[in-house]
Structures are given as C-alpha cells and as structure tokens.
C-alpha cells in the first residue's frame, strides 16, 4: 500500500572492512558477540526487515502469548527433525519455529538472533526478504502473522490462543428517535485503526469513535425497520468486549488528492502510559480496575512515507534485562578501570619509564626526538604504538608534566627537574606488561549477572530494541515519539489486572520445554567453544624464521643460500605470550641448534633481507614489544653469517641505487638515452668512497633532485665537500638515480653562479630514418643531441651513421615524420633542436631535396576543398613573395591557367577558410607558417573594398491553400513529412519559404542598399519578375537558409550594416513601395480558419513600436487590421523551429519593492522576442472558440523532432553500455519497486 515505505537504506555503510595488522576472515566464520550489559538479545536485521523484529519483539516480551506458545508441545505440534526428514507426519512449522526463536532470544548467549529460519517457514527465501518483505508495514504483519498462527494452531490446545489474548468486540448501534427500536452489528477486532490527521491525541480518538454519536435528520434520515420509514435516529458505537491485550494502529499515512501523493503525518500525537477505557465501552458497571490498561510497548516508524526504519520502545514486565543509563555504565566503567589501575601490578606507567630513562642520561638534557628513540630500543615499541591513544604526543604528555620535566629554552630538548632524578638505575623492563587473557568459558546464565539498577520511577524499565542493538531508556522518552518524522506507529497496552507470578521475575527459563532448555545450553556450549577458538585464533600471529645456516651475506645484506621453502620456517604463536615463550618454541623446533640463539627483527629490502633490533625481554609480551603478523625473525648467533660479520640497524641499511651513464649510439634499446646498473650502498657508505667505487678514472656524479624520474630537470651535481657525507645524510634512497659523467661527457654541464648544474634532460637522442633508398627497408639510427644542438650536424651525423655518400649532404633535408608517417614540412639547417621545436626522441625522415633556409617557407596546398578528389602538393616559397606570387607558382606547378583564382587559408576542419584577399601582401605580413596547407579556390576575389555577395531571389509561397480541408492533410502526412528538412545544424528547415539562386553580385562597401537591389535586379533570374524600382523589393540577410535580418533604409551603405565576408542576401519581391522607418516592426500575421487547424495565406503587417511594444498595443493593431473587436481575437508568436505556438496575453506587470515603480512590458524581450519577419496567428473568437493554434504540419514536425531525440538517446545509451565497465561507481537512483502483496504460507492442519 505505502511502496517503498518500509525498504531500509544502508547506503551509510563502508564496504572496507579491510585493516592493517592480522587478515580479515569472513564474518560468518566467527562466532556471534556475546551479549552486552543489558542481557538481552536483539535481532538481526536480513535486509528490511526491521518491522518484522519490532514485532517479534514486542509478541516476546507479551509473556502470557510467549508462555501459551511454549505450552504446546511437539505432541501436537511435531518437531523440526520430522520436518526435515519429509515423513508424513504434519508438522506445525511456524509455531515451531517462533517458539525456538524466543527461546534463543531468552537464552542464547549472543547479541543478536537470527530470523532466517523463521522467515523459511513464511515460505520467503532470501530474495523475497529483501525484495518482497521491504515493501510492507508492521500493521499489515501482524494481521497476516496472527492470521497464519490461527491456521497453523488448528486442532492443538492452542486453537484459540490469539483469540483469548487479542480478540475483542466492537457493537455499533443506530437508535430509532420515534420507536426507540435499537438496531445493531458486532463486529470482531484484533486490533483498533485510529485516525491521527487533525486529532490531538488518543484519546481525543477513541472519544470521537466511541462516545460521540451521528445524528440522522433533516435531508438525511434513517429508515428503521420497525417503524418501516425514514425518521430521525442517533448512531453510535461502543466496545462491547476488551481484550486481554489491546493493539492500536495509528494512521500516520494519507493520501494528499491534491498533490496525488502519499505523505505521512507527523504532528504532535499523544498517547497516556496508562488509560481508563470505561467511558468507550458498553458496560460500565463493572470496577475501575478491570478497564485499566497500561502501555507496554510502542512500535516506531522513522522516515517518510517511501522509506524508513522501525525499532520498538519495549516495558520489560518480567524484569529480564539488566536496566542501566549510559552514564551510569560509563561511571561503573571508569570505577572498575580506576580499581584494575591500582589493584593491577601488570599496568606499566610511561612516567616512570621516562624518568627512568632521563635519569640515565649523564647530559642534564637530551633532544624529545632521541627520547622517542631510546623509549624504543628500551621497550621494543615506540610511543605512537604503545601510548599515543592513551595519553596523546609524547612532547604533550612531557609539557602536561612540568612539575616533572623540563624543556630548553627552544623547547627541542627536555630533562628532569633536580627533585625527581633517581639515585638509582630503573629497571630497563619498568613493569610487568603482562595482563591475563580475559576468558569467556563461563556458561551464560541470567542469575550471574550483575545486580540490576533502578531508576527512581516506580514499575518496570523500557528499553529500545533497535534491531541488533538494545539500550535502556527511560519512561519519559516515550515523550520524544509523539511527533515527527519519528514517531510512534503501534501502541501495545495490557490489562492492569494481569499479575506476573514470582517465580517470573528475572527469570528467562521460567515455563521454556525441557528439550528448549537442552538445546539451547548445548548451543551454549558450542558457542563458548567456538570463541575459545576464535579468540585463539584472534590473537595468534605468524612469523617467519629465517635460520642463520640457510643464509649468506654478500652485497651489503642477507640472501638465503637455498630455495625460500627451506630457508624460512614458518611459526604461529599467540601475541599475548612473552619473549622468553617464543624462544622455547623456537629451540623446541631446532633442536639441533647449538651455542646462543639470538632472534633479531628482520625486514626484507629490496637489496635482500636486512637486521635490526635484538629482541630483548623475556618476560615482556610479543605485543608489547611490537612483534606484529607477519613478522620476519632472524635466528643467529647475534655476531657473523656464514663467516661474514653483519651490521645491524637502521644506520647500516643497505640501499639499491640506479646508476646511469651516458649511452653511445650502439647501446640501449629504441629511445634509451643512458644504460642503467643498479648498486648497493650501505646508508652509512661515504660519498668519497661511492665516487671511488663507480667513477675510479676520475668525472663527476649527480643526483636526481626532482625524485625517481631520471628524465626531470633537476639533477645536481655532488660537490668536493659533500664527499664526506654519508649516503643516507644526502638522501640517497632505494631507487635514487645518480648519474655518472665521465671526463668527456662533462662539456654538458654548465657552471652558473658557482654552482654546478647539468642539463641532462636536453641531453638525448634523435632518431633519423633513410627515405632516400629505394629499397624496401629503411635503416635507423640514432644521433645524440641537445637542445642547442644545429640541425645540420645532425643531417651530417645521421649520414655518416648510415654511411651514405657525402655528396648527399647537398641536397638531402630532414623532415619530421608524424605518427600516422606522414613526412612534415622540412626543417631549416641552421635551425637549433629547440628553434624546430623537436622533442627528443622524434622521428626524422632523411629525404631528397634542399631543406628550405630561414626566410623560406615550405607550404602544402590542394586544388579545390575536397583533399579526397585532389592530391597534396608541396612547395618552397620566399616568406616576403606576396600572395600573388605564391598563387601563380602554385598554378604553375598543379597545371592549372588563367587568373580566375584565389587563395584560402584551411579551417580547423579541413574545408576551404579565410581567403587571402591583400593578393600584393607577403606571405609573412598574413602570419602565413612553415608547413600551413593552403587551397586554390576558383573565383577571382573581388577588388578591395568591394564584396563578393550571393544574391537569393525570396518568394513566400502559400503556407496551406484555403480549399485544402483537414482530412487531406492527415491522408497527405507521408508526403509532407519530406517538406520537412534537417539542416547541418541539426534543426528544422521549413520548405514553404522559397529561396532560390539569383548569382553573384560584386559591389563596393560604400555602395548603399538601393545600388545593391538596382544591381540584384539585373541578375538573369531576377530579370523574370517585373520590378519597377529598387523600392518594391525588400532585402534580407540569410541565417541557416532562412531570411533573417532585414535590412532597411535604402541609402544607408552596405559597411555600415557589417555584413561581413561571407554573407549572403534574399531579395522579396513586393506588389508596393515600402519605406520602413526604424521603429517600424514587420510581422506576418495569418488568420485561422475556423473548424479546421489551418490558417489563410499570410499578409505582411507593419507596426509602429515607436510609442509602446506591449501585448495591448499589438492586440490593438492586429485587431483593427482585421476589423475585430479586440477582446474577439487571440494571437499567438510561431516559432517554426519547435513548431510550437506561444499565445500573446497581457501577463502580470512586475513592480519593484524599492521604488513602486512598474516595469514597462516589452515583446522584443523574453519570452517573445519579437522581430522583423516573425508569423502571428490570429484566431476570431466570433467564429472559433477553440484557442489551439498549432496545425497538422506542427504535429508532423513534433514528431519528427521526437524521433530524432528518441534515435540520439538510443545512440548514447549504447555508447553508454559499451562504457559501463569504466563507470562502477555510478550514482544509484533508488526506483520505487513494484507493490506486491504479503503473503505467509501455512499447510492444512485441518
């Protein structure tokens, strides 16, 4: 009924469950979180079904529905086992099933319970959980559940079982005013639907349903039976029986008919804790007591009307959580911490851990950052690990404590103050760092829990059963849901009278089966089991081995001697064992091992594996040392390996540095420019014996500054002073690249201001391929160079490399070639790499023909705008020849005569562009470049100053003929749909505007409008019309093949409207002079017929917007050119390239809050914007009432355009398919799933 109503999000939860530290194992594989402090269990939620456990919950903690339940036994109901083993035997699935969920949810030590198993028995699998049951409310489930139990009860004792609890009776009645003659109807409840929208409160509720009366008179009267006519009578209705347990459904959702949507009610709503039902029921004679009831649980819907969450406010009648305030837990919490602090030797103190390191110190002061470091090789774990959560930075915890510690004035160094330096050495351990494993073998059982808290109230405690998480609340909370987004959904009240024996109270066992009670202790049992193993496992961690025998030492560190499997031997051990249980174990497993064993942290680099700290301690725990998963140990004699002495420790590290050197032209592969090595240093190597070691015959090193791209810019060169620094002090790291320059390759590196810096990013190579052999395979080579290096030492180089004659020198040149090998324009030989703007690395071609000088230019061009049709020439030109001359050699060298020709530069798509029009300017002055492609275009361009226009001759042809009715034009659909044209723009061109080609005219820019109509009207084509004089034609500009601006003012001069190069002009013939002015509109206003969605031929309209452009002034000027009153006429803009009609209407004026002034309207502005030339339709209200301008021709052009827009979103959603797998994290719209209805399957037990 309410969609998505109850389907849950849990966008909010991350799906990185991933952590440093010990692997992640499935979630299914540990066992379940005991529970917490209020010893209930909650349930887990399968994906929406949060209202389901609201339910649950609320039927659990109804302790007369749970007794009644476990009073059935599998005498009548069967077991489970017979239900998996198929036999004939009926078994009675669902109460089986609730009835093991509460015993699970009673005594079943885990946090939260499991309803799979129960919503199997419904006949839901795990898709119709999440898709189906996320789509339905809790009022809906608990008509359904109870429905099904009833079916499912048949036949055993407890048949009547809701009935007893749930059933109540509601007796409307209508009395007769004259005969008093009482007429009334039972009808049966399980629950009550009251109305929340406009009501106050429940009992303002159940007072309008059940005490307010309906009257029946006047118009609307009642016949009663007796008196068999229409009278005057009263309707009224009244609880004729209570049940045990009242349920009252709020009807928190409505249909808004306005809107047409569902939205939920959130006012206030109140609702008592206890409630006197005497005034709404029938009888009343009876005690106060028996109508009492009291609230005990309250189901609560949060969220909207599409979606939301429900948890449960729950009274615990038998007393069987454990009732606290957080505050009150945080208290007992932090008192237990204090006791275990005092009581607890095990709880070392890092105060007395520095001071016993400062007191060590024979300086008074030592830097903060040393005493981190002492703290670790004391501890074997550094502060950040160890104390960082607990007490913050180590330098804050000092000035925290300055009665203790004292900084130096620049606060770098810190030391103890006199009074607290001890007179004795500390113990270098401090204190025990052991605490004993906390044990959860212990069975779970109620009466070992703590004893439970009050709150000052009087009665039972409430808690809030939020699926998986329970939490005590207080009475006054309640409060909280009367309104709002969350808010309460379903009262639950019970009857004062109902007393709960003593033996119930705390008492989670009380009245379970016994084959309930054995099996829950033995799931106990395995439970306790399995968190043994868990736990076990949890704290376990696995280290590496790496026995001394199996390794050798060589190139600054370790490497094992034999394959991995037999060099490493691999230990699990828990982290919570010391140091001293570890080296058992590890002595335990060699036992051939002989004299000391020393066991140091290992680390694999990438120069091999390498030593640091000894781990020292017996007594100290594996996690107080920091011996994390995974840890790699080295087992050794703590002196040599194999002979070799080894050094240790994180000065000693060995590093691996890439060594380059400058590549000859035979060395490396295609594009190499060094050959590469790869050394190994240890971190404390002088740079003096570095430079001994890869440069004995003397040259200089450098040092990559800019991080492990050996191609940045920013190399340095090591200087004589550095020498004597180590290789870790200036920054050598694995993958550091130095750069080796011999004494010949030092001519490279330029001294600037003393210092020294290398140009090694300009020092590369170029690569030049021979395009002057004929054979099929050309030869490569590689030429090194830089940046300032002369292109014809190179052209030289190359020809010696490929050992080709000298002679070829004269005339050879080298072209780029692009990466589709295409040969580019040649490149000048005193040009520098940089000035040709090459990158290093480029492909050369060595072709035949001179390379053109500086001052030449090496141009492309094409005969006509079609590169298909016409092949690509090239040729060299002077930069200072004029355009002229450059077209003539051109001309020449394509075969081409005669001088009706021009140039055009090309556009940025490939078609004929800009014309060179300046025929005597050079070629540099129009910024014509070395390789542009230039297009020899036939025409000969006009002088300048004048303009080359075409000239189109415009008629407006008859946009529907007036005999042609509507029929015809929907029989004739097929064929106008071709006069509907698609320009390259993509819009809509209409066809009844004729436009046809006069020719070309040249005329001067300073020639005026009516010298240009005077010399369109000796053009071949306009000679076929007859036009007396210039001023019977009218003169358009042409935008997108339709007339666009008109031009007016015959004696303005053609510069003076800033026609531009290429425009072109529409000449329309009139049947009269015309002088429009300039604030003289033209319009073409058509009149509607009526009865049909047509219009008659247009007429040109001519408007004066001198005073006023206003709806009301057009209204009045179409009025009176059609002589109709104006409030009979309807006018409306066309706008032809959406085919829509937009009506003109006065709409209201805008007034400004400041001045209270009113904004003049304006049909040139938004959203008309009218102009020259736009088609008005007109519509007499006198004939046709009908206000839809649009024609059949619009249809056609709608749907035109529809299918167009329907094929462009086709494409893209397939280009969007085809994309999907680069686009996973997509937004994800939520769409509203279909309502199915909810449904529980039962068997026949009848």
């Excluded at 395009?771 to 030492?793: G, L, N, Q, W, Y």
Aim: net charge negative.
């Amino acid at each position: 009924m309410f969609g998505d109503l109850f389907e849950e999000d849990f966008s909010f939860i991350s799906n990185n469950h991933c952590g440093k530290g010990k692997k992640s194992k499935p979630r299914d594989s540990e066992p379940p979180a005991p529970r917490d402090f209020t010893n209930l269990s909650g349930i887990k939620n399968q994906g929406g079904t949060c209202y389901l456990n609201s339910l649950l919950q609320t039927l659990l903690f109804t302790p007369e529905f749970r007794e009644a339940l476990f009073s059935l036994g599998p005498e009548e109901l069967g077991t489970l086992d017979d239900s998996s083993k198929k036999t004939d035997t009926k078994v009675r699935i669902i109460p089986l099933q609730l009835q093991r969920l509460f015993a699970q949810l009673l005594l079943l030590d885990q946090q939260a319970a499991s309803t799979t198993d129960l919503t199997e028995s419904f006949g839901w699998n795990s898709n119709e959980v999440q898709i189906t049951i996320g789509q339905h409310d809790v009022q809906e489930l608990n008509r359904i559940l109870f429905s099904a139990l009833e079916t499912s009860l048949v036949g055993t004792s407890g048949h009547d079982l809701i009935n007893r609890l749930y059933h109540g009776i509601v007796v409307n009645q209508i009395v007769c005013k004259e005969c008093k003659n009482i007429s009334e109807r039972q009808e049966d409840f399980l629950d009550l639907t009251v109305a929340v929208k406009g009501i106050a409160g429940l009992e303002e509720a159940l007072w309008n349903m059940y005490v307010e009366e309906e009257y029946f008179e006047d118009e609307n009267l009642y016949r009663c039976g007796a008196c068999d006519k229409l009278v005057e009578a009263s309707k009224s209705a009244k609880l004729r029986k209570l049940p045990p347990f009242l349920t009252i459904s709020l009807l928190r959702f409505n249909f808004d008919f306005e809107k047409c949507e569902r939205y939920k009610e959130t006012s206030c709503y109140t609702f008592p804790i206890q409630i006197n039902l005497k005034p709404f029921c029938e009888q009343t004679e009876r005690d106060d007591s028996e109508y009492m009831y009291e609230l005990f649980s309250v189901i609560i819907h949060k969220g909207g009307c599409y979606g939301g969450h429900y948890h449960v406010y729950i009274r615990d009648v038998d007393g069987l959580g454990n009732w606290q305030l957080q505050e009150e837990e945080d208290r007992l919490i932090e008192d237990k911490a204090l006791r275990d602090t005092e009581n607890a030797k095990e709880v070392e103190n890092p105060l007395a851990v520095l001071k016993g390191i400062l007191s060590e110190e024979e300086s008074k002061q030592i830097p903060v950052d040393q005493l981190g470091q002492k703290l670790l090789e004391k501890k074997g774990v550094s502060w950040n690990k160890k104390y960082r959560k607990q007490y913050g930075a180590l330098r804050k915890y000092l000035q925290n404590h300055p009665q203790i510690f004292q900084f130096s004035p620049d606060e770098n160094k810190v030391g103890l103050k006199e009074k607290h330096k001890l007179p004795f050495k500390a113990d270098s351990q401090g204190q025990d760092l052991q605490s004993p494993p906390q044990k959860n073998d212990v069975q779970w059982n109620s009466e070992k829990n703590p004893m439970r808290l009050r709150d000052s109230s009087s009665g039972c405690h409430w808690f809030d059963l939020n699926d998986s998480k329970v939490q005590p609340i207080k009475e006054k909370d309640i409060e909280k849901q009367f309104q709002g987004k969350e808010s309460a959904y379903m009262l639950f009240y019970r009857k004062s009278q109902l007393k709960r024996p003593p033996e119930a109270q705390g008492n989670p066992r009380y009245q379970i089966p016994e084959h309930l009670l054995n099996e829950m202790n033995a799931a106990n049992t395995e439970l306790q089991k399995r968190r043994a193993e868990c736990d076990s496992a949890n704290h376990g961690i696995d280290l590496h081995l790496h026995l001394s025998s199996c390794y050798k030492f060589h190139n600054g560190a370790l490497h094992p001697s034999l394959a991995w499997k037999e060099s490493v031997v691999d230990l699990t051990i828990d982290r919570r064992k010391t140091l001293g249980d570890l080296r058992l174990s590890v002595f335990q497993m060699l036992e051939s091992w002989e004299g000391d064993m020393i066991l140091s942290i290992a680390k694999p680099l990438p120069a091999g594996l390498h030593l640091y700290q000894i781990l020292d301690g017996d007594e100290l725990t594996l996690d107080g040392i920091g011996l994390a998963d995974g840890a790699d140990v080295f087992v050794w004699n703590g002196k040599e390996v194999g002979g070799t002495k080894v050094m240790t420790g994180p000065d000693h590290e060995p590093v691996v540095v890439n060594v380059l050197r400058l590549a000859e032209y035979n060395e490396g592969g295609k594009g190499q420019h060094f050959t590469e090595s790869q050394h190994v240093f240890s971190c404390s190597t002088k740079l003096g014996d570095l430079h001994r070691a890869l440069a004995p015959s003397g040259g200089i090193i450098l040092k990559n500054g800019s991080g492990p791209d050996k191609e940045a810019k920013n190399w340095q060169v090591f200087l004589e002073e550095d020498m004597k620094e180590t290789v870790k002090s200036v920054g050598l790291m694995d993958g550091c690249s130095v750069l080796i320059l011999d004494s010949h390759d030092q001519s490279f590196v330029n001294a600037s201001s003393g210092n020294l810096t290398a140009f090694t990013y300009d020092i590369s190579w170029l690569q030049v391929k021979n395009f002057c052999r004929t054979e099929d395979e050309e030869k490569h080579v590689k030429i090194t160079a830089t940046i300032e290096t002369v292109m014809s030492d190179i052209k030289m180089k190359a020809i010696q490399e490929l050992q080709l004659e000298e002679e070829l020198a004269n005339d050879s040149c080298l072209r780029p070639v692009s990466g589709n090998g295409k040969l580019l324009s040649p490149v000048p030989e005193d040009y520098t790499v940089k000035e040709a703007e090459l990158k290093m690395g480029s492909l050369l071609g060595l072709c035949h023909g001179k390379a053109p000088t500086s001052t030449q230019l090496f141009l492309y061009f094409i005969v006509g705008s079609d590169r298909n049709s016409s092949p690509e020439m090239e040729i060299v030109v002077e930069e200072t020849a004029s355009v002229k001359e450059c077209l003539n050699l051109m001309l020449e060298k394509s075969g081409l005569s005669g001088d009706n020709w021009h140039l055009r530069r090309i556009d940025w798509c490939y078609e004929a562009g800009e014309a060179l029009s300046q025929e005597n300017a050079t070629l540099k002055e129009l910024n014509v470049c070395r390789g542009d492609t230039l297009v020899i275009t036939e025409g000969k361009l006009p002088p300048k100053g004048f303009l080359k226009i075409p000239i189109w001759w415009f008629k407006s042809s008859n946009h529907m003929k007036h005999g042609q009715n509507a029929q015809d034009q929907v029989n004739g659909m097929t064929c106008k749909m071709d006069a509907l044209q698609v320009s390259p723009a993509g819009e809509y061109i209409h066809t009844d505007m004729d436009l046809c080609y006069a020719g070309s005219i040249e005329i001067a820019g300073e020639a005026s409008l009516e010298d240009l109509k005077m010399q369109a009207m000796t053009l071949p084509r306009c000679q076929e019309q007859i036009v007396p004089l210039p001023s019977f034609l009218r003169a358009w500009t042409v935008d997108s093949k339709r007339p666009g601006k008109l031009l007016r003012n015959n004696k303005q001069q053609l510069n003076d409207y800033k026609l531009g190069a290429r425009a072109e002009i529409c000449i329309e013939p009139l049947q009269k002079e015309e002088y429009l002015g300039p604030h003289e509109l033209l319009l073409r206003v058509q009149m509607g017929i009526p009865g049909e969605r047509n219009y008659c031929d247009s007429t040109d309209l001519v408007w004066d917007i001198s005073k006023e452009c206003t709806t009301w002034a057009l209204r009045h000027r179409v009025a009176s050119h059609y002589c109709l009153p104006v409030d009979k006429i309807e006018i409306a803009k066309y706008f032809p390239e959406k085919f829509e009609w937009l009506p003109i209407s006065s709409w209201t004026q805008q007034i400004s809050k400041r001045k209270r002034k009113k904004k003049q309207e304006s049909l040139q502005s938004a959203p008309y914007h009218l102009k020259d030339g736009d088609i008005i339709g007109v519509k007499n209200l006198l004939l046709d009432d009908t206000k839809d301008f649009s024609t059949v021709r619009d249809d056609i052009g709608k749907e035109k355009q529809r299918q167009l827009a329907l094929e462009k979103k086709k494409s893209r959603q397939t280009g969007r398919l085809q994309d999907h797998v680069f686009s996973e994290e997509k937004l994800n719209i939520k769409h509203r799933k279909p309502e199915v209805a909810l449904s529980i399957n039962v068997g026949v037990f009848r």
